[in-house]
């Protein structure tokens, strides 16, 4: 009897301990998607109307939309809104949660990395009919446009550049950087600054993420490593071996940290961060988010524009948009809104340089006077990089595994694992499959 | 319903019409009552289950509908798939590093706090409570805090002159702090330990005392034996929770340096929410569960030599 009942109890617990195992695995994957259910519900009643709108940014970017928000609230007292606004990662995690809802917010932020995608898809409603004279560049807009139609309206002046510390490079007699840098005059200025540099000081960081060595490629006169929406994928071999070899001399030279200290590093954050903690005396740098960094560490930054080559070197444009879901069901509104939020002058004043230099000349004309030394910043890089600047190249769609994968195995170079050959083959390899997948749909 | 059924049968054969009738308004009544329970498990756990296991022969990118692909997905992992190998290495290593020590360690301290002594539940209480924030974040970002290159470890080695490694960023140290990070959560397993050791009647260690058992004895011929049940009970729970590990992972290491912290949960959660290819990650999920299923059987097989129950009259099955 006893055998009987303990072997009952046996199979209970067997039961109900797979039983547990699949709940913990199903919460696992499916935790996030219940999250979005409840926005973008645009509320119609009368003339009253909710509008959800969602972005991505740092603390300072969410005060002042939320601001800007209760000015139109105040102008137009039938519109209410539902904001939404986190951290870049949690955005982009989301947001595809909700596409695949049809539960995308009336009005949201969008990134010339992303944009592709969701018009891809048919998640964005086309404004090419709202009415942009005199606001922004004709020439801007233009370039805004994916397949002849606009399905954001950029917010801001955005470029890439990099950062030094001024402070510490001439208290160890290290010459600034000048604008229009080579990458041969850049390399050379690391090798001779390290000389000067004392031990535990590095001149510039390692190099391990693909859009690095997408500069230099394109730099260099060859196409983007992905073109084409990812059906044409150009790894330049030649290129590849150079400009990573070059970094593994630096790592023995100690030009730059070593592998350890860097996969420590966190940017923005005052301890971790390469620069701000005295450790490295560069790192890339865009208009939106050197005041960070001019914030942790004020009065030492300066900045310079990317390295360049034969066909120039980094970009300058508008990678900030405000998009329309084409679910929406307050498309009228929405669009009245996303029009103000770029003319409106009050609003201009309330959102401030917390996107970038206004992309309306009018608003940023009124803020300049005001301009802090942290947003003077922001300008110096799009002016110093505007006039070399190459395409603003973002990963194709479907490619983000490629990224996350190049990073790793250059990362298992930069910690001795593999040889930067064995390192082109596997991305290589990656790539030209991604390609061929996206040609043969 | 099996209290309805029995009394509905011992009616007789001769039952009438009416007392049938009774009988399943009896069973609506209890159906009604589990309802909430039932409709919950119903479409918040199966459903999500049965949904899962179509999407794991799918493609899925969440912006477009899924597509059938067959068998792809299943035939990727376990052919192409060399990270699918790597994360698995990964957990491996940590279930069997981590499964054991936690074990240990948490005995150790039930033993220690299983005596009587003034104050004693005081020190349950504190030793119980880092157990409350358990698995959290917060913790994850302590010892993310502690471990770092200037971490907290390093400095106090610093006192003693010793330059020590960037523990979290090193991949030969990183895996290993994600294990001590995970015995040292060892609340609720002690908890569990300590009600089995209250159990074990005071009567046995007594008569083991006159015959002479010194206390080494007493914990390999007494403790241990009786306590075999709870052990195996916290080693299959233990077994399963690690294989599910994520949170440090995830918010300690992101699953590097170069993978050596990749676990098979955070893999998966990169495909499904940072990839977004769902067919995949869904059919993942399945092997997942395929192997902890199949390593729980292995765990039931294998107690029959060494789980001892009392109700069995003192022999090991």
């Known amino acids: ?441 | 319903m099996g209290i309805a059924a029995e009394r509905a049968a011992a009616a007789g054969r001769g039952a009438s019409a009416r007392r049938r009738k009774a009988a399943g308004d009896a069973n609506l009544a209890g159906y009604l009552f589990i309802s909430p329970w039932l409709i919950g498990f119903l479409l918040l756990t199966l459903w999500p289950i049965a949904q899962s296991f179509y999407l794991s022969f799918t493609e899925y990118s969440l912006l477009s509908d899924p597509a059938w692909t067959g068998t792809d997905n299943y035939a990727k992992i376990f052919a192409e798939d060399a990270t699918f190998a790597k994360s698995l290495s990964v957990t491996f290593l940590f279930v069997l590093f981590s499964v054991p020590l936690k074990l240990f360690f948490s005995l150790l301290v039930a033993m220690a706090l299983n005596r009587n002594m003034r104050g004693m539940n005081l020190y349950r209480t504190a030793v119980y409570f880092p157990s409350l924030i358990g698995g959290s974040i917060a913790v994850a970002a302590l010892w993310r805090n502690m471990f770092g290159l200037d971490g907290y470890v390093n400095q106090v080695l610093a006192w003693f002159g010793i330059q020590g490694v960037g523990w979290i960023s090193n991949p030969d140290t990183s895996l290993g702090t994600l294990i001590l990070l995970n015995t040292w959560q060892f609340g609720s397993t002690m908890v569990i330990f300590l009600a089995g050791l209250k159990q074990i009647p005071q009567e046995l260690y007594e008569s083991a005392a006159v015959d002479g058992a010194g206390s080494v004895r007493k914990f390999v011929r007494i403790t241990l034996p009786m306590l075999s049940p709870v052990m195996f009970f916290n080693l299959v729970l233990g077994v399963i929770g690690s294989f599910q590990t994520f949170t440090s992972a995830f918010i300690i290491t992101k699953g590097g340096p170069v993978n050596s912290t990749y676990m098979y949960a955070m893999f998966l959660y990169e495909k499904a929410f940072k990839h977004y290819q769902m067919g995949y990650a869904s059919a993942l999920a399945w092997v997942l569960l395929v192997i902890v299923a199949l390593l729980t059987v292995v765990n039931f097989a294998a107690s029959r030599y060494w789980v001892f129950y009392e109700s069995d009259g003192g022999k090991t099955r």
């Open chain 1, 1 to 441: 009897m006893g055998k009987r009942k303990s072997q009952g109890a046996v199979l209970t617990l067997l039961a109900s301990v797979l039983l547990l195992a699949a709940c913990g695995g199903n919460s696992e994957s499916g935790g996030d998607g219940q999250s979005g259910t409840d926005t973008g519900k645009g509320t119609d009643s009368g003339g009253a109307k909710t509008l959800g709108m969602m972005w991505w940014g740092p603390d300072a970017r969410h005060e002042a939309t939320k601001k800007a928000l209760e000015i139109y609230t105040q102008q137009h007292s039938n519109v209410k809104f539902k904001p939404e606004f986190m951290a870049w990662d949690a955005y982009w995690q989301k947001l595809p949660t909700l596409a695949a809802s049809k539960s995308i917010p009336d009005v949201l932020q969008m990134d010339a990395a992303y944009i592709q995608e969701y018009v891809t898809r048919g998640q964005l409603e086309d404004l090419s009919d709202i009415d942009l004279n005199g606001i922004v560049d004709p020439n801007v807009v233009e370039n805004s446009k994916i397949g002849g139609k606009l399905y954001g309206i950029p917010l801001s002046q955005n470029a890439q550049g990099i950062a030094f510390n001024k402070e510490e490079l001439a208290q160890y007699g290290i010459p600034l950087p000048k604008q229009n840098w080579t990458y041969d005059e850049f390399f050379q200025w690391a090798r001779d600054a390290r000389a000067k540099l004392p031990e535990g000081k590095y001149p510039i960081g390692d190099s391990t993420t693909w859009d690095g060595f997408n500069f230099y490629q394109t730099s260099m006169g060859k196409s983007p490593v992905m073109a084409d929406g990812g059906k044409t994928f150009n790894l330049d071999k030649d290129l590849f071996m150079k400009f990573y070899n070059t970094y593994e001399d630096f790592r023995k030279a100690k030009i730059v940290p070593p592998a350890e200290k860097a996969a420590a590093f966190l940017e923005n954050d005052p301890k971790a961060d390469p620069m701000a903690s005295g450790v490295v005396m560069t790192r890339g740098a865009t208009t939106g988010s050197v005041s960070a960094l001019e914030q942790l560490m004020p009065g030492k930054v300066g900045v310079v524009n990317m390295p360049i080559g034969p066909s120039g070197g980094g970009w300058a444009q508008s990678t900030i948009f405000l998009s329309v879901s084409a679910n929406s069901k307050n498309k009228d509104e929405a669009k009245k809104f996303v029009r103000w939020f770029v003319s409106d002058k009050d609003a201009g004043e309330a959102l401030g340089l917390t996107r970038g230099i206004p992309i309306n000349p009018d608003i940023y004309k009124a803020l300049e006077p005001s301009m802090q030394p942290q947003d003077k910043l922001g300008k110096e890089i799009y002016d110093l990089s505007v006039e070399k600047a190459l395409p603003f190249y973002s990963a194709a769609a479907g490619y983000s595994e490629w990224v996350d994968t190049y990073k790793k195995e250059m990362d298992a170079v930069t910690f001795g694992q593999q040889s930067i050959e064995d390192a082109y083959a596997k991305i290589d390899k990656m790539g030209k499959e991604l390609a061929a997948k996206a040609g043969g749909k």
